[in-house]
T-cell receptor, first 113, second 113 residues
Framework: EADIYQTPRYLVIGTGKKITLECSQT?????MYWYQQDPGMELHLIHY???????EKGDLSSESTVSRIRTEHFPLTLESARPSHTSQYLC????????????FGEGSRLTVL | GNSVTQMEGPVTLSEEAFLTINCTYT??????LFWYVQYPGEGLQLLLK?????DKGSNKGFEATYRKETTSFHLEKGSVQVSDSAVYFC????????????FGSGTQLTVLP
């Protein structure tokens, strides 16, 4: 049973709107990640965090921003959504054992009209 | 750089058929290898892993053996079920860090009754 939660699961909005995708985990993990999953299913790391007040850009350039004020919370924000932002966004967290194992949320599917 | 190559899908099988999903990797060093599964409408979850050569990971009837000589980590199951229909991702990490987790492109499996 997953202990990492994403909201909303589905979001349809108009161009230019500001959106925040929420991600929370109750496992006490220091490391958290945001992936963008394209329609072809490939996963692209867009943001990661090693702990509170630590955030880094991932391998795929993204116009989104993230914050990590609390260990359990890692929200992703788009200031002005565009149709090109339409995608599935997956949040994940990893334990301190550094095993490479990630725990994923169920995803937030964003559609920008 | 590191990379993971999976057999292209989609793969469609009848129930109780034998499954193989090929995965090969390129890495500078000795990676840990993973298979993740994504069921419809859900996030990814770890299916199995292997951390050194000749290790066999297994879970839910699925198996994969870390073959250093062929740089492969093929996923197998002797008898698939309809409930195994999902997308399967092969992944690797070096040094056990999830930050350096490299995913393959995913293979869609559909099992027909």
């Amino acid at each position: 049973e997953a202990d990492i939660y994403q909201t909303p699961r589905y979001l349809v909005i108009g161009t230019g709107k500001k959106i925040t995708l929420e991600c929370s985990q109750t496992m006490g993990h220091d490391k958290m990640y945001w992936y963008q999953q394209d329609p072809g299913m490939e996963l692209h790391l867009i943001h990661y965090s090693y702990g509170v007040n630590s955030t880094e850009k991932g391998d795929l350039s993204s116009e989104s921003t993230v914050s990590r004020i609390r260990t359990e919370h890692f929200p992703l924000t788009l200031e002005s959504a565009r149709p090109s932002h339409t995608s599935q966004y997956l949040c994940a967290s990893g334990g301190t054992a550094n095993t490479g194992e990630l725990f994923f949320g169920e995803g937030s599917r964003l559609t920008v009209l | 750089g590191n990379s993971v190559t999976q057999m292209e899908g989609p793969v469609t099988l009848s129930e109780e058929a034998f499954l193989t999903i090929n995965c090969t990797y390129t890495a500078t060093g000795y990676p840990s290898l993973f298979w993740y599964v994504q069921y419809p409408g859900e996030g990814l979850q770890l299916l199995l892993k292997a951390t050194k050569a000749d290790d066999k990971g297994s879970n839910k009837g699925f198996e994969a053996t870390y073959r250093k000589e062929t740089t492969s980590f093929h996923l197998e199951k002797g008898s698939v079920q309809v409930s195994d229909s999902a997308v399967y991702f092969c992944a690797l990490t070096l040094g056990g860090s999830a930050r350096q987790l490299t995913f393959g492109s995913g293979t869609q499996l559909t099992v027909l009754p």
